[in-house]
């Protein structure tokens, strides 16, 4: 019986790990469960999964909570300091990280600082603190487990095989609801139209960033860090599909890929049941039915961020993190209808170029350059909401 | 220094790999080499590779080579006891088997029997003897490697997972030159037509098979033996572009493939340096270059012989042995320009009606099954080249 901490429970990814969970009965206990503010939510999880401990993020609706349950049949924790206790806990097993942003980065941290096995879907920690991640990991002797698809397919890929025969790994981007938008027409891209992903149906702020292909370009980073490879071995090729998750290619020039219907479930399992499979009664990729797939060159003119992500690797430091906290604000604020779509990017871009870099080799300045990013990209907003 | 045997060295396997063999110096030597009757090609060899031993299948040439060369500087043995003494020799620590057809057998199975590592491209012998070939190399501990591009692609997507995780393997196949041609089409279809692969440069025979479809039921039934699995867990998809060499999905569906620019010396390179991989300075896969990957149903009306693989192999017994030698027969007889394209499906498929089918657990069931089919086939060769 593995014991299971979700941080982040009430979303996309958390919703797919209890599916999956519930499919392998007496293999799985739920012993904590984090959200950010879902209360009513979280309760109900709480009443199917009695967990021993959860936490929300937001003080107000773990005393809610709280309030309606007591702490009789679960231990309820409140705000940051909550969420990294629960990410801690001394009988968990493997930690799924699956908080949406850079709220994810203590929680991860602590799992890790604890000698948790880590599956992570939450990319930020990662693109903010990479160095500092796999340090700790590094000397904890944690394995992090990819669950993003493009991740978990380069780690399926990797399998068996040994670093040094890595020539590079190619990440699949789908291109996102705008693949084919002119310029023009990015400008006056709604909400609706850039939440509409064509093959995963995920969260809203993972959604925008599929759109502007700032996913891909934290997924990028992410990569670097998660398979330790320099930038200019990590390529990404259009793929509208989505049915190959991710590839890597060796020195022989053989490439391994792996490929499946779009469906979060699958590399879920495969980090609940690593290093085995388990058998999930779920529809099989058809590829005659699918009948073609199709691959091109990113348009870096078209998704300038792709590009900007790649450059903030190169350059390191506190880059990413910047890059990171503009895009949460940037986005954030275009989902509330203060910015247009494409002044996403002018805010990223002159928050940036705004920023001078530090190294990023300790946590107070990761969370300083974060949390200078969030007021500069602040005002950046507030500029492009009055024009 | 790893000591390689290569069997049918003059072949298009053998060139690719000499050729992978010269790339890494002091890495191989070429302890042994055969051929079936080009004494001067063999020659060459001789020069460039310094041999220890070499055999010839032909009697002549190998008494015209033994003539003008000698017995000073390399070993020259004569007919199939050749061929099996140097499969067996002591030093050997690989041993390539690619002769063409079940004159491979023999060999094969005495490389077996020696306890050597087999890197496998010839794929008849599984095909007419898999059920003893397969006890043979267990009995021997003996890996069996293979080179097909579709069976290398199986072996590396299984590197490190578990055989009880397969849910299927999917074989790709480019449906060779004439799967646009029509049935009346198809009556007509000359030597030089059926022989032109759209993708893969190959040996005559092979591409006569790739043209019927053949190739992939002898694959089929190669892979049967090759990674133990029933045949309803091996499926076939057309994939013209030769681009994906086949595909495994495991019970979690997720698909794992491996994927190249259709070139053997990968494969090739990959069973050499197993279970390391080693840099190849050969173009890389671009899939933006490429831009398109297609899929369809294999047409078992316009292909009936890929699904008498699949009945072959399903009723077992002799009865693949004698699919493949009524295949051998016709094939050489539409090369020779006895009977025309069409026929050859129709050679086998009276063959394989008048057979009487038998267990194949012995090596003289499975030769005598071989002999008849020979017998019965050219019989009916007899008939058609008379219509």
Redesign the interface.
């Given at each position: 019986m593995k014991n299971i901490v979700i941080l982040g429970a009430t979303g996309s990814i958390g919703d797919s790990t209890l599916d999956i969970i519930s499919r392998f009965p007496g293999q799985f206990r739920i012993l904590g469960l984090t959200a950010k503010s879902r209360d009513a939510k979280l309760e109900k999880l709480i009443e199917r999964h009695a967990p021993k401990v959860v936490a929300l993020a937001d003080l107000k609706a773990a005393a809610a909570l709280k309030k309606r349950i007591g702490n009789k049949r679960v231990k309820v924790l409140a705000g940051e300091a909550g969420l990294v206790e629960v990410a801690g806990l001394a009988e968990a097993d493997l930690v799924i990280s699956a908080i949406v942003g850079a709220a994810g980065l203590l929680p991860t941290l602590s799992a890790i600082q604890a000698g948790k096995t880590v599956a992570l879907a939450n990319k930020e920690p990662l693109v903010m603190a990479g160095e500092i991640i796999q340090r700790e990991a590094k000397l904890k002797g944690v394995s992090i487990l990819p669950i993003d698809s493009e991740h978990s397919a380069v780690f399926?890929?990797l399998?068996?095989?040994?670093h040094e025969?890595i020539?590079r790994m190619?990440l699949t981007a789908s291109g996102g609801p705008l693949l084919r938008h002119s310029d023009i027409e990015k400008r006056k891209v709604t909400r609706k139209e850039a939440l509409a992903h064509p093959n995963w149906k995920m969260g809203p702020k993972i959604s925008i960033d599929s759109a502007t292909l700032m996913n891909k370009g934290l997924e990028i980073i992410e990569a670097r860090w998660l398979f330790d490879l320099p930038p200019d071995k990590i390529d990404v090729?259009?793929?509208p599909q989505s049915i190959?998750h991710s590839?890597v290619?060796?020195?022989?020039?053989?490439?391994?890929?792996?490929?499946?219907?779009p469906?979060m479930r699958?590399?879920i399992?495969?980090v609940l049941?690593y290093p085995?499979?388990?058998?999930?009664d779920?529809?099989?990729?058809d590829?005659?039915t699918?009948?073609?797939?199709?691959?091109?060159?990113p348009d870096l003119k078209a998704f300038p961020l792709l590009n900007t992500a790649y450059e903030t690797l190169k350059s390191g430091g506190t880059l990413p993190a910047v890059l990171n906290a503009a895009n949460e604000e940037a986005v954030a604020a275009f989902l509330n209808a203060q910015i247009g779509f494409t002044e996403i990017e002018a805010v990223i871009h002159q928050t940036l170029e705004a920023h001078s870099p530090q190294s990023a080799d300790t946590l107070e300045a990761v969370i300083e350059a974060d949390e200078w990013a969030r007021m500069e990209g602040k005002r950046w907003i507030r500029h492009y909401a009055r024009c």
């Open positions: 399926q890929a399998h068996g095989e040994r025969d020539k190619i090729v259009i793929h190959i590839m290619e060796f020195v022989d020039r053989s490439v391994i890929a792996q490929l499946g219907l469906d699958t590399p399992s495969y049941h085995k499979r388990a058998p999930l779920l529809p099989s990729l590829l005659a699918v009948g073609t797939l199709t691959f091109e060159k």
